[in-house]
């Protein structure tokens, strides 16, 4: 998931039906915009940040469970 999938309620609501030990954060930055500011890479932690806004749940939490996904899914060769 990345910001701009939060832009919409369509994103919103696609960002809240996927499993958590699916996710992924990204940007696309510095090529994808938000209004007229480039997003950054280092932005992809403001994903969780929304992402637990919307399903109640806690950012430093759902950091861990990319962290762990992303773990497995570079181990999984």
Do not use: H
């Amino acid at each position: 998931i990345g910001p701009a999938m939060f832009q919409s309620k369509k994103g919103r609501d696609l960002a809240l039906r996927m499993p958590l030990k699916r996710v992924l954060t990204e940007t696309d930055g510095p090529f994808a915009r938000n209004g007229r500011n480039a997003i950054m890479p280092w932005q992809a932690y403001d994903c969780l940040v929304e992402l637990a806004s919307l399903s109640g749940g806690e950012p430093d939490e759902l950091k861990q469970q990319v962290q762990e996904n992303f773990r497995s899914l570079s181990t999984a060769r």
